[in-house]
């Protein structure tokens, strides 16, 4: 048996010994089973980039389009690039009449 350095908490090898063979059957089939399924990852949550909110010109939704550039770029601040970067997406998001 293999020591473990986390203590004297039981170990897989310990819960599997104690198992019956009907047991163990069924974990390895559910293993086995796992591993031949396809998994598809996608990005979720915190991995997938926001969208950049755009602006429609209109002062009354100005705020809020503030507050969601605000919410975008922390979000995702470690994979949007540069301060640079960041600024020419934001004039991106403005309505071209808008932009000065």
């Known amino acids: 048996m293999v020591d ?8 897989a090898e310990n819960i599997f010994a104690s198992l019956s063979p009907d047991q163990r059957k069924a974990l390895e089939a559910m293993f086995h089973a ?9 990005a979720t949550g915190s991995d997938k980039l926001q969208k950049w909110p755009e ?12 507050h969601r550039l605000k919410v975008k770029i922390k979000a ?10 960041i600024c ?7 309505p071209e009449d808008k932009q000065q």
């Open 4 to 11: 473990s350095q986390m203590g004297d908490g039981p170990t």
């Open 34 to 42: 796992s591993n031949k399924e396809s998994t598809k990852l996608a």
């Open 55 to 66: 602006w429609n010109g209109e002062l009354s939704s100005f705020l809020l389009y503030f």
């Open 76 to 85: 995702n601040r470690n994979r949007i690039g540069s301060n640079a970067t």
């Open 88 to 94: 020419n997406q934001i004039i991106g998001t403005i």
